[in-house]
């Protein structure tokens, strides 16, 4: 969920009055968004780095509002306070207008074949006669950064470039080049760099070095010139110093490039419907022609203007409530969802607004009405929907077995699904190959390497940790194991283990055995060769020689049992005997 | 102890301490020294006369003493170490080297250079030389010492005391001894207390004219030999429990390995999404894909997500059938829920409820509340013409069943629910709002191209185990509650686990 920071008194300035914190707090709750917390710069960096680097910072009150994923209007104090003002039936919401320029005046993006193979897309604007101040740029620029981190995946689906207009001469070229072909000053450097000398001076960049792996390794790095060569920026890694914009800069063009063309129309909509409000016209952006290699020609932003129906009754059942269709249509107005009944009262229609890119289904329509009526508002109804209730067998004898195993006086271990590779293998004699595991391929840590195939390192490394408690230890798990399994469709699938150790100063083998006899005679089990169940000598890696033997039962071999090899038993980090079983416990079901 | 040793005693109680009670009472320190007899031997002799039950009343009394050590013996008869040191001084002096060599010289010197009783003249011909600096002097230590001999520590000032014990002239003994008196069952002649009933005396009725020894009921009783469940066990029992209570259908789970299909692309989650990063779940290296997917269904899935339909307009991007087909570790129950969903889609419809409780897995960074892998619980209505009312009422119930029932609820987004609600409940400890769940009701993209009938709404919700067992069971840290790095003392000694109490 994205934060946004904003300055408590400058919000509550556009919003024209002051609240308390709990009022703010639960304006919030009630529109979806959430106070996360209340600080000030002093008190960020004293918490990051300590009371001696807060020296001399701002006391300014901040608040920090988690605003949800998919509402990238409200990404700003611009859209925030637009939001809650409509919300709170303060203003009614802007309407959005594209202006196309004089023919022949307008500004152009070309894209060439070259940055089509990179970098397919791009979208373009202006924002004419816009007027900065300190906090408004600011704003501007943590917009930008706020579209990146989330819409834009980092960069890599969209990244956004603003540039002073009057600084550069269209039409604009969007193409690629070769690193060592690219050479510019880029953002907030005093000399000319090239495309490759660029990489290694970002690569140890806190910042920019995440976007590096976005074009590195590409014969051509997408590239923005306008009509003299000069550089605009090098998508999706930095901007030119040259287009730089200030406080003073009037004309402003945006331009979004990148992979996914929906969603450089959306970052396109939602900095020019934010930011156009400063304009000498507000809430006008001038357009921007962009031509693809084919020739075809776009107009951007699209600041499109959705038309939707619903029903009141619709909306009305989805939520559970009963108001008129008036009242429905003044609620969704209330969410930036300007509408109006129609067809004697038969129908809603809802004009989408571009900012709302959210709303792709009247259930998203079926939500705001909800949100403007208030979710603490709604009658609380159970349904009547009548089922008769039924446990997993494979889960129901889990649970019958478990309390049976802590009767016979074992102890319930809970341990980990995910471990190392040495747990499973290395540690219990065994190549990992032969384990049948399913490998994680990203694992931040070796704790994280593979899917347990054996409960018994689980337990082991439980009794390693709880050394110092009195012997004997009696510990037993129930649960899933997994092993790659090529009959189904992912691959994979578990089995639900039963584990069980003893572990004290003699191996105890009478002591597991006596509880494998238990366990089957809860199973009803009889102990004979034909219908029932029976223990041969066999060796396992895990165990001592001589001293293992398979579990058959059902005509199936389900596991084994017997005193760990004292190979084991020092891997693990123990210094006593230890006798084990683990058992399949899905036959039984 | 010898049986005589209590008889003596209890005779000695008898004589010189008539009555029971505050008036009379005998010391055991005097009581050991007319008896001629060790004061331990006595005291052996208390403690088992005490085991007999009232016959004997003993209060512990503690007495501190002063005594001399050895060193202070010796100061106390020849004189301070100080003092010899000085008389040994002629008054022609003595060179310092010499001195030294004298007994006990070390402290004497410093202490008679402290008392400016000796001086030193390091520049005398053939090296530093000591000669007396008053002519005579009064040996205070000595004098305090055999003060204290006598019997008369307590005159002396308590800086004196406590500089002769600093300089381990002078000791503090602390005296244990009882105060003795009769008993409520008094008597000279010692008898044997029975400890247990045995079948012998029942048999022969001997227990009828037998005293019993008493017991001491405020120790705690033998712990018995058993096994234990593990806390969050306890809880996930609890909750399968609650959810069966309430109608709810247990939904097979037992499936760690999912394909991103199930996990995210049935759920209308967009491939993009950042859950679907490498940093937020674990992928499979091995086996890398899942082979089969539902065809029909994954085309219709597909157009839902790039083209709309359904009355949506879709996410509009390219999907990518690799992508789906990636294995992963399930990141919620709810990849189990889609299959459910799916499986019902495909007969006549008729409503159901459905639960799971079962382990989910993020690649996220871990902490004192997360860990890699974690339990979910999860609810799942499927019926004809469910509102969000529905929602909030199945929510109220399922809490309330918890023993929560000051429930708010906040607006919020999900990729597969709209309207989409976090549960907040009102924590009297943290005195705030804390999120206990996660619910909404299923966007149509999701359930229309499974087949489900329009007019079915689908209301779920979910919530994570560990967190109410740590708040209930007053655990911090989750590495002490789940995992091989548990305490199994706190296995041991968890209660019964009872959510509404």
């Known amino acids: 969920m994205p934060t946004v920071t904003v300055k408590r008194d400058l919000l509550f300035e556009a919003l024209g009055r002051a609240y308390t914190d709990e009022e703010f707090d639960e304006l919030c709750f009630e529109f979806g968004l959430e106070l996360d917390e209340i600080t000030s710069e002093k008190a960020i960096i004293s918490k990051e780095q300590g009371d001696g680097k807060a020296e001399g910072a701002s006391d300014t009150v901040l608040y920090k509002i988690d605003v949800?994923?998919?509402?990238?209007?409200?990404?700003?104090?611009?859209?925030?306070?637009?939001?809650?003002?409509?919300?709170?039936?303060?203003?009614?919401?802007?309407?959005?207008?594209?202006?196309?320029?004089?023919?022949?005046?307008?500004?152009?993006?070309?894209?060439?074949?070259?940055?089509?193979?990179?970098?397919?897309?791009?979208?373009?604007?202006?924002?004419?006669?816009?007027?900065?101040?300190?906090?408004?740029?600011?704003?501007?620029?943590?917009?930008?950064?706020?579209?990146?981190?989330?819409?834009?995946?980092?960069?890599?689906?969209?990244?956004?470039?603003?540039?002073?207009?009057?600084?550069?001469?269209?039409?604009?070229?969007?193409?690629?080049?070769?690193?060592?072909?690219?050479?510019?000053?880029?953002?907030?450097?005093?000399?000319?760099?090239?495309?490759?000398?660029?990489?290694?001076l970002y690569r140890t960049d806190s910042h920019l070095r995440h976007y590096l792996h976005l074009i590195e390794n590409k014969p051509l790095y997408p590239i923005i010139y306008d009509s003299n060569g000069v550089v605009l920026s090098m998508p999706?890694?930095?901007?030119?110093?040259?287009?730089?914009?200030?406080?003073?800069?009037?004309?402003?063009?945006?331009?979004?490039?990148?992979?996914?063309?929906?969603?450089?129309?959306?970052?396109?909509?939602?900095?020019?419907?934010?930011?156009?409000?400063?304009?000498?016209?507000?809430?006008?952006?001038?357009?921007?022609?962009?031509?693809?290699?084919?020739?075809?020609?776009?107009?951007?932003?699209?600041?499109?203007?959705?038309?939707?129906?619903?029903k009141p009754e619709f909306i009305n059942k989805k939520i559970g409530i009963s108001e008129t269709p008036s009242n429905l249509a003044k609620l969704l107005t209330r969410m930036c969802l300007k509408s109006h009944v129609t067809g004697n009262g038969n129908n809603i229609e809802i004009e989408i607004p571009p900012t709302r890119a959210d709303i792709i289904h009247a259930c998203d329509i079926v939500e705001d009405a909800a949100i403007a009526y208030g979710y603490n508002n709604i009658q609380m109804t159970i349904p009547k929907t009548y089922t008769i209730a039924n446990q997993l067998p494979l889960n129901k004898l889990t649970e019958l077995l478990r309390l049976d195993l802590a009767a016979a006086g074992f102890t319930e271990a809970l341990t980990f699904a995910l471990c190392s590779q040495e747990d499973i293998a290395d540690k219990l004699g065994m190549d990992i190959s032969?384990?049948?595991?399913?490998?994680?391929?990203?694992?931040?840590?070796?704790?994280?390497?593979?899917?347990?195939?054996?409960?018994?390192?689980?337990?082991?490394?439980?009794i390693a940790a709880n050394r110092k408690m009195p012997l004997p230890l009696k510990l037993f798990e129930i649960s899933d194991i997994v092993v790659k399994d090529a009959s189904t469709d992912?691959?994979?699938?578990?089995?639900?283990?039963?584990?069980?150790?003893?572990?004290?100063?003699?191996?105890?083998?009478?002591?597991?055995?006596?509880?494998?006899?238990?366990?089957?005679?809860?199973?009803?089990?009889?102990?004979?060769?034909?219908?029932?169940?029976?223990?041969?000598?066999?060796?396992?890696?895990?165990?001592?020689?001589?001293?293992?033997?398979?579990?058959?039962?059902?005509?199936?071999?389900?596991?084994?049992?017997?005193?760990?090899?004292?190979?084991?038993?020092?891997?693990?980090?123990?210094t006593m005997p230890c006798s084990a079983l683990e058992i399949n416990i899905e036959p039984f079901v | 102890m010898s049986p005589g040793v209590a008889e003596l005693l209890l005779q000695r109680l008898e004589r010189e301490a008539p009555g029971p009670g505050p008036g009379g009472g005998l010391c055991s320190l005097e009581a050991a020294a007319a008896l001629g007899l060790d004061h331990q031997t006595l005291v052996g002799a208390v403690k088992s006369l005490q085991a007999l039950g009232e016959v004997i009343e003993a209060e512990p009394r503690a007495a501190t003493r002063w005594e001399l050590s050895a060193e202070g013996e010796a100061a106390a008869?020849?004189?301070?170490?100080?003092?010899?040191?000085?008389?040994?001084?002629?008054?022609?002096?003595?060179?310092?080297?010499?001195?030294?060599?004298?007994?006990?010289?070390?402290?004497?010197?410093?202490?008679?250079?402290?008392?400016?009783?000796?001086?030193?003249?390091?520049?005398?011909?053939?090296?530093?030389?000591?000669?007396?600096?008053?002519?005579?002097?009064?040996?205070?230590?000595?004098?305090?010492?055999?003060?204290?001999?006598?019997?008369?520590?307590?005159?002396?000032?308590?800086?004196?005391?406590?500089?002769?014990?600093?300089?381990?002239?002078?000791?503090?003994?602390?005296?244990?001894?009882?105060?003795?008196?009769?008993?409520?069952?008094?008597?000279?002649?010692?008898?044997?207390?029975?400890?247990?009933?045995?079948?012998?005396?029942?048999?022969?009725?001997?227990?009828?004219?037998?005293?019993?020894k008493a017991y001491n009921f405020a120790a705690l009783g033998l712990p018995p030999a058993c096994g234990h469940l593990h806390p969050l066990l306890k809880v996930r029992s609890q909750f399968r429990q609650l959810f069966l209570e309430m109608g709810f259908t247990e939904m097979p789970t037992n499936n760690f390995v999912e394909s991103s299909f199930w996990n995210f692309d049935a759920l209308f989650q967009p491939q993009q999404h950042p859950a679907r990063d490498q940093h937020d779940t674990f992928f499979l290296q091995d086996p890398a894909e899942a082979a089969e997917l539902p065809a029909g269904y994954m085309a219709k899935v597909k157009k839902v997500h790039s083209h709309g339909g359904y009355g949506s307009q879709g996410y509009k991007y390219e999907w990518k059938v690799e992508e789906a087909r990636k294995n992963l570790l399930r990141t919620h129950t709810t990849a189990a829920s889609a299959r459910m969903l799916y499986r019902l889609a495909q007969e006549k419809f008729a409503p159901v409820k459905y639960f799971s409780v079962d382990r989910v897995f993020r690649n996220e960074s871990l902490d004192a509340t997360h860990l890699a892998e974690f339990h979910q619980a999860e609810g799942v209505v499927a019926d004809r013409g469910l509102a969000l009312g529905h929602l909030l009422g199945v929510l109220a119930q399922f809490f309330a069943k918890l023993g929560i029932t000051q429930?708010?609820?906040?607006?919020?987004?999900?990729?597969?629910?709209?309207?989409?609600?976090?549960?907040?409940?009102?924590?009297?400890?943290?005195?705030?709002?804390?999120?206990?769940?996660?619910?909404?009701?299923?966007?149509?993209?999701?359930?229309?191209?499974?087949?489900?009938?329009?007019?079915?709404?689908?209301?779920?919700?979910?919530?994570?185990?560990?967190?109410?067992?740590?708040?209930?069971?007053?655990?911090?840290?989750?590495?002490?509650?789940?995992?091989h790095r548990v305490n199994l003392q706190m296995v041991y000694d968890s209660p019964l686990c009872r959510l509404d109490a």
């Not at chain 1, 907030?188 to 660029?198: I, K, R, V, W």
Request: proline fraction near 6%; aromatic fraction near 8%.
């Open chain 1, 490 to 574: 992912v691959g994979a699938r578990n089995y639900r283990h039963l584990c069980a150790l003893y572990y004290n100063k003699t191996p105890g083998f009478e002591i597991i055995h006596g509880l494998l006899d238990r366990v089957m005679q809860l199973l009803e089990v009889p102990p004979n060769q034909e219908n029932g169940y029976m223990i041969k000598a066999t060796e396992g890696s895990a165990f001592f020689p001589g001293r293992c033997a398979e579990i058959i039962a059902k005509g199936q071999s389900i596991g084994k049992l017997g005193v760990l090899h004292p190979d084991v038993i020092t891997k693990f980090e123990l």
């Open chain 2, 77 to 212: 008869r020849d004189g301070s170490p100080e003092a010899r040191l000085f008389a040994s001084v002629p008054a022609e002096g003595l060179p310092q080297s010499e001195l030294l060599k004298l007994p006990g010289a070390q402290v004497g010197f410093s202490k008679a250079m402290a008392n400016k009783w000796l001086r030193l003249d390091k520049e005398a011909p053939g090296g530093p030389r000591v000669f007396r600096a008053v002519a005579a002097v009064q040996d205070r230590v000595q004098e305090s010492l055999r003060r204290v001999q006598r019997g008369e520590a307590a005159g002396l000032p308590e800086r004196d005391r406590a500089d002769l014990k600093r300089r381990k002239l002078l000791l503090e003994v602390t005296l244990k001894s009882y105060w003795l008196r009769k008993g409520s069952a008094f008597s000279t002649a010692v008898t044997r207390q029975e400890t247990e009933l045995t079948p012998e005396m029942i048999a022969t009725g001997s227990w009828r004219q037998r005293p019993f």
């Open chain 1, 68 to 200: 949800p994923a998919n509402r990238y209007d409200l990404l700003c104090l611009e859209g925030l306070v637009r939001g809650l003002q409509v919300f709170k039936e303060r203003i009614n919401l802007p309407r959005y207008e594209k202006i196309m320029p004089a023919k022949g005046e307008g500004q152009r993006l070309i894209i060439t074949e070259e940055a089509a193979q990179v970098r397919p897309h791009a979208v373009a604007a202006v924002l004419r006669n816009i007027t900065f101040t300190k906090e408004r740029y600011n704003s501007f620029i943590d917009l930008q950064e706020k579209l990146h981190q989330n819409i834009c995946r980092k960069r890599a689906l969209v990244a956004i470039g603003t540039h002073d207009l009057d600084t550069v001469t269209g039409p604009f070229t969007f193409t690629a080049k070769a690193p060592s072909e690219i050479k510019f000053k880029p953002l907030n450097q005093s000399q000319e760099y090239t495309a490759s000398q660029l990489m290694d």
């Open chain 2, 407 to 483: 429930l708010r609820f906040k607006p919020a987004y999900n990729p597969y629910t709209e309207p989409s609600v976090e549960v907040f409940c009102y924590h009297r400890g943290l005195k705030k709002w804390v999120e206990v769940g996660n619910s909404g009701v299923f966007r149509p993209e999701l359930l229309l191209p499974m087949g489900l009938p329009e007019g079915v709404s689908v209301i779920a919700w979910g919530l994570s185990l560990e967190r109410p067992t740590m708040v209930k069971y007053g655990i911090n840290n989750i590495r002490e509650l789940v995992g």
């Open chain 1, 434 to 462: 032969e384990t049948k595991a399913v490998h994680i391929a990203n694992p931040k840590t070796a704790e994280f390497q593979v899917a347990r195939t054996s409960l018994l390192p689980g337990l082991l490394k439980t």
């Open chain 1, 236 to 310: 999706p890694i930095i901007n030119g110093e040259h287009t730089k914009i200030s406080l003073n800069s009037r004309n402003v063009f945006i331009e979004c490039t990148g992979t996914d063309i929906t969603k450089a129309k959306i970052v396109l909509d939602i900095l020019v419907t934010m930011f156009s409000e400063y304009c000498e016209k507000p809430f006008s952006v001038e357009a921007a022609e962009v031509i693809y290699p084919n020739g075809k020609t776009h107009i951007y932003p699209e600041l499109a203007y959705r038309k939707e129906k619903v």
